[in-house]
């Protein structure tokens, strides 16, 4: 079953406008991840917040965690046609690093 | 570094053969991992390995077997196709998951009829 499920499942967005992707997961989690992945590729990590922080930068990638919601978002900013792509959330499950468990992902499209 | 390599990019089987998808890392990482992605349904863990000699199951593991003889190769075997296999298939591995994530292989596409 997927721990986690990602909200808006489509976004579509002009170039230099904000993304926000919401994910939200059913256990309870040691760290939770993003990834991006381009149509037809693998997935390539973007970042990893544990459960004990809060929120985590990385370039123009924002994310938070809010554990006692079960949730976690993800912010891109300023964002570019290159940007376009799936982005998953995944987790750990709670049960061990080696395990991760994905959402469904969201659909981005930025247009120029 | 090649980073994570799958092959064959695509294969298509009939019903009933077996075959192996191929996966090597030259990182030197202990945790691999083989995923399936199908339409809608984000990624499924089928296998996992946490190093040489040690596998464990996934999530959706009925119909594949997997071996970690060697660090840098984690085949995964379908022992009996079937259309329910239908996917494409990834390979993931990490030096270090709690803090580094994983790193993908670009997949394999699957097609059996």
């Known amino acids: 079953s997927q721990q986690g499920e990602e909200d808006p499942q489509a976004l579509s967005i002009q170039e230099g406008e904000n993304a926000t992707m919401n994910c939200s997961y059913k256990t309870s989690i040691n760290n939770l991840q993003w990834y991006r992945q381009n149509s037809g590729r693998g997935l390539v990590h973007l970042i990893l917040?544990?459960?004990?922080?809060r929120e985590k930068h990385s370039g123009r990638l924002r994310v938070t965690l809010d554990t006692s919601k079960k949730s976690s978002s993800l912010l891109i900013t300023a964002s570019r046609a290159a940007d376009t792509a799936s982005y998953f959330c995944a987790t750990d499950g709670g049960t061990g690093f080696q395990k991760l468990v994905f959402g469904t992902g969201t659909r981005l499209l930025v247009s120029p | 570094n090649a980073g994570v390599t799958q092959t064959p990019k695509f294969q298509v089987l009939k019903t009933g053969q077996s075959m192996t998808l191929q996966c090597a890392q030259d990182m030197n990482h202990e945790y691999m991992s083989w995923y399936r992605q199908d339409p809608g349904m984000g990624l499924r863990l089928i296998h996992y390995s946490v190093g040489a000699g040690i596998t464990d199951q996934g999530e959706v593991p009925n119909g594949y077997n997997v071996s970690r003889s060697t660090t840098e190769d984690f085949p995964l075997r379908l022992l009996s196709a079937a259309p329910s296999q239908t996917s494409v298939y990834f390979c993931a591995s990490s030096y270090r998951p709690e803090v580094g994530g994983y790193t993908f292989g670009s997949g394999t596409r699957l097609t059996v009829v």
């Open positions: 917040i544990r459960s004990n922080e």
